[in-house]
């Protein structure tokens, strides 16, 4: 069994993150997405999302959000969130994260994060101890983009 490239975490859609048609309300999804990358700091990848920031004086703001709504949530529903790293550049790394319920993918979200001082708010080069974190979660061009890309 070969280990997965990618991290995953449920998600409750609950009232507050639903509009009065009781669909979720659209930037509630980028709410979910940060908390998402926040956990995949700390559960995915062993690292203190807080002492990156607070201590190792490291922010990962996004430079840029592309999101695809396909197909509306509601509440009740259990979103299977997936994270995958599709590019690590110098000073900054892209992301694809789909969220789908029994595999009807509702949401695709391409992200760019930027590794930046918190001191200098200039993006700087990742560091290796981050970039080694990073890797295992890289998945090959071919499979990333517009298409599903976990099984």
């Known amino acids: ?27 509630e999804y980028l709410v979910i997405i940060d908390e998402l990358i926040e956990d995949w700091f700390t559960e995915g990848m062993k690292t203190s999302f807080a002492d990156l920031h607070a201590v190792e004086r490291i922010g990962i ?32 790394f892209r992301l694809l994260v789909e969220a789908s319920v029994n595999e009807q993918v509702r949401l695709r979200a391409e992200l760019v994060r930027v590794v930046a001082s918190l ?7 990742i560091p290796e101890s981050l970039r080694a974190r990073l890797q295992p979660y890289l998945v090959a061009e071919a499979h990333h983009g517009r298409e599903p890309t976990a099984t």
Not at 13 to 22: Q, S, T
Not at 63 to 73: G, H, K, M, Y
Not at 74 to 92: A, P, Q
């Open 119 to 125: 001191d200098g708010l200039q993006g700087i080069p």
């Open 61 to 92: 703001p996004a430079a840029r959000i592309e999101v695809d709504f396909l197909s509306p949530s509601k509440i009740g529903d259990v979103l299977c969130l997936r994270l995958f790293v599709t590019r690590i550049g110098n000073k900054s």
């Open 1 to 27: 069994m070969t280990a997965k490239n990618y991290f995953e975490k449920h998600q409750l859609i609950r009232f507050h993150h639903c509009d009065p048609a009781g669909i979720v309300f659209y930037p």
